[in-house]
């Protein structure tokens, strides 16, 4: 079956933990991204990655990083986590930046 | 900048009423558009992309337009049921590497 997985689906942390949230896609997509989704802000992106090795920032890129060494995957790190992270967040994947994307389930983050 | 507007924010139909959604963008030189389905907490169910070229798109019960010189795309979903109360996303492809989002319509099928 065709898919994005995100791992893990929902996760509590403390201020200053470092985190990775994994994401995973089977469609040999080129394209990979980072969305944020915040109540009255909506979606917003992160991070994305046209191809292997290949990253770039989007609109709200401060405190997080990102890879890309493998075609499939596309961790999210957080290296110092804030509140101000606690966010539904979504991995995208398409064949193209312009293509139809397709979305993982979500990761509800909360950081104390 | 690329700016995507939903309204209303909010929407409650009786069941079996035809729902018609709306989408507004500000910039004519879209790549596509696609319209997303989310329920609460949970990921982006895509229901149909509309390439510029393109005019409408239909799947099953839905039906979406695409008018680029006006900025507005409108999804219409016929015969509603309760199961398609859900939040409602648009979304503009405007480059190649980002979508840009509306903030949905919330909607609400009555039993």
Redesign the interface.
């Known amino acids: 079956e065709a898919q994005v997985t995100q791992n893990p689906r929902y996760l509590i942390t403390v201020t200053g933990k470092k985190l990775t949230v994994t994401c995973s896609q089977n469609m040999n997509h080129e ?1 990979m ?1 980072w969305y944020r989704q915040d109540p ?1 802000l ?2 917003r ?1 992160i991070y ?1 990655s ?1 191809n292997v090795e290949v990253t ?1 920032k ?2 709200v890129p401060e405190g997080y990083k990102v890879s890309r060494k493998e075609k499939r995957n596309f961790p999210l790190i957080l290296e110092s986590p804030s509140p101000n992270q606690t966010s ?1 967040y ?1 991995c ?1 994947s398409s064949y ?11 990761t ?1 983050l909360t950081v104390t | 900048k690329q700016e995507v507007t939903q309204i209303p924010a909010a929407l409650s139909v009786p069941e079996g009423e035809n729902l018609v959604l709306n989408c507004s963008f500000t910039d004519s030189a879209i ?2 558009l ?1 319209w ?1 389905r989310q329920d609460p ?6 229901l149909l ?1 509309i390439q510029s070229s393109q005019r409408e798109q239909t799947s099953g019960r839905l039906n979406a337009s695409l008018d680029k010189s006006s900025g507005r795309s409108t999804l219409y979903i016929a015969a509603s049921q309760p199961g398609d109360s859900a939040t409602y ?1 648009c ?1 503009g ?1 405007f ?5 840009s ?4 319509t919330t909607v609400t099928v009555r039993a």
């Open positions: 394209y991204s009255g909506g979606l992106q994305y046209m770039d989007g609109d539904l979504f995208a193209a930046g312009a293509y139809e994307q397709y979305f993982g389930p979500g509800r | 790549y596509n696609q997303f907490g949970k990921g982006l169910t895509s992309l996303l979304a492809a480059n190649d590497y980002k979508l989002f509306g903030a949905g």
